[in-house]
């Protein structure tokens, strides 16, 4: 059930490395429990990856911070879950701690670990029904190295040809948002980030399955 609307406008930036694949893929995923009053925006579109990171980056960033009631920056952490992440001692925790400096404290961090495909190991059916195949994954997916490799090799065969990054946002529309909360949680997850947007009043869930645990 779509959360209840609320009366005023709440402008939501958001910045990712590829506003196009994995960012939007990640905010369709949000918008079904977004309130209706919540309006996404991408920003900083036109810098990807380490385009990011430079002086331009950040002059951008300031000049776009009165726009928004607060701003959801996403980044891959090309790595593994680990001690360095957990302390938020990550190269990309400095980059996020000087661009929420930036902003007045306005931003929500998603460090997506390894990379955004884990959150598609979470729910695993949703990859399946895309490509008509029929993996299996169990664990944390936090703790795949190479997810996006994963999916590639799962869908070499594939009548859709194997996994791109283009084809995030139509299989992220697929996810089930109960399950993926299910299953990508702990510290640095998911479940953690979505807690987060649902305390700033940003989506709000219920579910219908009471054995979610969180950890």
Known sequence: MKPSKRK????????????????????????????????????????????????????????????????????????????????KKHIRDEWFRKADKAIGGKGIFFLAIAEMEALILADINAFNTFYGTKQQFQGNPMMVEKPKETLKNWSDKSKKGKYHETHAPDIF?????????????????????????????????????????KK
């Open 8 to 87: 005023s406008k709440i402008k939501i930036g958001v910045v990712g490395e590829n506003s196009m694949n994995d960012s939007e893929a990640l905010i369709t995923l949000l918008r079904k429990k977004a309130f209706e009053n919540i309006d996404f925006q991408f920003i900083t579109k036109k810098l990807k990856g380490s385009g990011l990171d430079g002086v331009k980056f950040f002059k951008l960033l300031e000049d776009e911070m009165v726009r928004f009631d607060k701003i959801i920056f996403i980044r891959d952490a090309d790595g593994v879950l680990d001690e360095q992440i957990l302390a």
């Open 173 to 213: 529309e697929k996810l089930d948002f109960e399950t993926v909360y299910k299953n990508h949680k702990g510290e640095r997850s998911f479940q953690t980030f979505a807690d987060e947007l649902k305390a700033h009043e940003v989506i709000n869930f219920e579910f219908t399955d009471k054995r979610i645990v």
